[in-house]
Every structure is written in structure tokens, then in C-alpha cells.
């Protein structure tokens, strides 16, 4: 029963990769998101530039990429913590290390799947940019929960005081 509770906790990470996964097939290739993408930037800035509107259906897809991997990583560190917490009660560098490490590992995967897609193609670059959006990700967590730790240790939470040990950020269970 215990192993069935922890893996519940990974439901949404697992969703998530299955959600990226069949992105990665022809459904969101660039030919077809350009296909919305630049008649809705050309109805909000008439007369833009052909060019320009390239660019920014480049710049969204990539943040697109940046922003499904930042959210996957969030998702993985819910798993690794056990908690469907996106603030974590404790940060753990080891479980944020691990998370990170998920997520290149899924980027590498997700870009080799893509290779062999007729409509899309496996880039290298991608995968770093995957990356950053995890390390971005993790990164603004991280400083949430310092934030969230420094607000709490000046006052009380829920009536009571916080110990020095759940304030520590290299705890980990």
C-alpha cells in the first residue's frame, strides 16, 4: 500500500512526459503550430514583417520548449518528494540534482524519438534548451521556497515557532 502512495505522487510527471511524447510527433511540428501561430501575430500587429513573424513562431516555439520542461521538473521533485506540493516543506539539492538529471535524460530521449518522426527532426539544441527551462525552473523554486523559509522563520507558522532543522536546505529524507 505504501509503494502504491508513492507512486501516485509521480501521476502528474508521468502524465506530463506522455503529454510531451506525442507532441514530439507530427501533431506540433513547426509546420503546423506556424500555421496558427503567424495568422494570430499577423491579426495582432498588422503589417508586421514576413520575416519577424518567422522569428517570433521560432521564439514562442522554443519557449514552448523552455516552459514544458520547466514544468516537468516541477513535476519530477513533487514525485521525488512525495508531496503534491510545488514548494517543497524542506530543499533538497540531491532531489533537485535528481530531477534535473530526469529531465536532460527525457530531453535526450524526447529529441531521439523526434529523429524518427517524418515531420519533425532531433536537435541537439533543443536539448539545451529543455535543459534550461528544467535548471530555470528549479532554480525559481528554489528561491520561492527561500523566500516562503524567510518569511516564516521571522514569525510563526501555524502557531508555533520554526526549528533551525526545517529552515536547513541540505535535509533530505
Known amino acids: 500500500m505504501q509503494a502504491l502512495r508513492r507512486w501516485i505522487y509521480w501521476g502528474p510527471a508521468a502524465t506530463w512526459m506522455v503529454l510531451i511524447f506525442l507532441g514530439s510527433t507530427g501533431a506540433l511540428a513547426d509546420s503546423r503550430t506556424s500555421r496558427f501561430l503567424a495568422p494570430v501575430l499577423r491579426w495582432l500587429f498588422p503589417g508586421i514583417a514576413e520575416v ?4 517570433l513562431v521560432f521564439a514562442i516555439r522554443k519557449c514552448a520548449h523552455m516552459a514544458e520542461y520547466g514544468l516537468l521538473a516541477v513535476l519530477v521533485l513533487m514525485g521525488l518528494n512525495g508531496a503534491f506540493r510545488f514548494l517543497p516543506r524542506e530543499w533538497c539539492w540531491r532531489r533537485a540534482g535528481l530531477a534535473f ?3 536532460v ?3 535526450v ?3 531521439i524519438h523526434q ?8 536537435s541537439p539544441v533543443d536539448v539545451l534548451i529543455d535543459t534550461a527551462g528544467a535548471a530555470v525552473a528549479l532554480l525559481a523554486l528554489w528561491l520561492a521556497w527561500r523566500w516562503q523559509m524567510r518569511g516564516e522563520s521571522m514569525g510563526r507558522v501555524q502557531g508555533r515557532k ?3 532543522a526545517e529552515v536547513r536546505e541540505d535535509l533530505c529524507r
Open 109 to 111: 530521449s524526447d529529441e
Open 162 to 164: 520554526i526549528r533551525a
Open 52 to 55: 519577424t513573424v518567422e522569428r
Open 105 to 107: 535524460l527525457y530531453a
Open 101 to 103: 538529471g530526469i529531465c
Open 115 to 122: 529523429a524518427f518522426e517524418p515531420e519533425r527532426y532531433g
